[in-house]
């Protein structure tokens, strides 16, 4: 069964960075694309970006491009999320999620597996 953990959320001024991890484990890494949605308080569910099989795509969701990284190492079968400039208007619960279809996809509903969530805070 795969399972998903994320850390490395936190409470951070706006402007400054965070680097979430996720660490995959109980099926083969290679095999899924890695999604990152957020979750802010009274709102929906929303993606975030997304990293290929390979992670020579990635895919990201207009707000956040030119300021989140997405990346994937195989050799520690993690994924990363990386955040600079943070903004307020990040401030949400963060969530992992491997996608079996094979498609750096949008959609939540396209993603089997998630993890707990990482709480970020961007204080104004």
């Known amino acids: 069964q795969v399972q998903l953990v994320e850390s490395g959320g936190g409470l951070v001024q706006a402007g400054g960075s965070l680097r979430l991890s996720c660490a995959f484990s109980?099926?083969?890494?290679?095999?899924?694309?890695m999604g990152w949605f957020r979750q802010a308080l009274g709102k929906e569910r929303e993606f975030v970006a997304a990293t290929s099989w390979s992670g020579g795509s990635t895919r990201y969701e207009d707000s956040v491009k030119g300021r989140f990284t997405a990346s994937r190492d195989k050799a520690k079968n993690t994924v990363y999320l990386q955040m600079n400039s943070l903004k307020p208007d990040d401030t949400a619960v963060y969530y992992c999620?491997?996608?079996?279809?094979?498609?750096?996809?949008?959609?939540?509903?396209?993603?089997?597996?998630w993890g707990q969530g990482t709480q970020v805070t961007v204080s104004s």
């Open positions: 109980g099926g083969t890494f290679g095999a899924y694309v």
């Open positions: 999620a491997a996608n079996t279809y094979g498609s750096t996809s949008m959609s939540q509903y396209d993603y089997r597996y």
